[in-house]
């Protein structure tokens, strides 16, 4: 059974940074695109960044410039780095295979104050 479990989230000023992780077990993800989502309070769950087999990523605009997702294929292991966060990023995180999708994990909350 593949077990997602997203980590780092935290409150954090405006313009600070955090670093995401979500590891992944019960499959190998050297093969699959890989994504972060998030779902902010009365809001439908939203795909943010997406990385691909070969370390490349794509990312919505609302993060774009901001955000880098990586992987770690040895460690089974995504991570999520954000940079000059604002309110607006105040989400519950997740991380989940971007075709097919997964049970998802417990998320990660990042909470910027401002």
């Known amino acids: 059974q593949v077990q997602l479990v997203e980590s780092g989230g935290e409150l954090v000023q405006t313009g600070g940074s955090l670093r995401l992780s979500c590891s992944i077990s019960?499959?190998?993800?050297?093969?699959?695109?890989m994504a972060w989502y998030r779902q902010a309070p009365g809001k439908q769950r939203e795909w943010i960044a997406h990385?691909?087999?070969?370390?490349?990523?794509g990312y919505a605009d609302s993060v774009r410039g901001r955000f880098i997702a990586s992987r770690d294929n040895a460690k089974n292991t995504i991570y999520l780095h954000m940079n000059s966060l604002k309110p607006e990023d105040t989400a519950r995180y997740y991380c989940?295979?971007?075709?097919?999708?997964?049970?998802w994990g417990q998320g990660t909350q990042v909470t910027v104050s401002s």
């Open positions: 989940n295979d971007y075709d097919t999708k997964f049970t």
């Open positions: 019960g499959i190998t993800i050297s093969r699959l695109i």
């Open positions: 990385t691909l087999v070969d370390d490349t990523a």
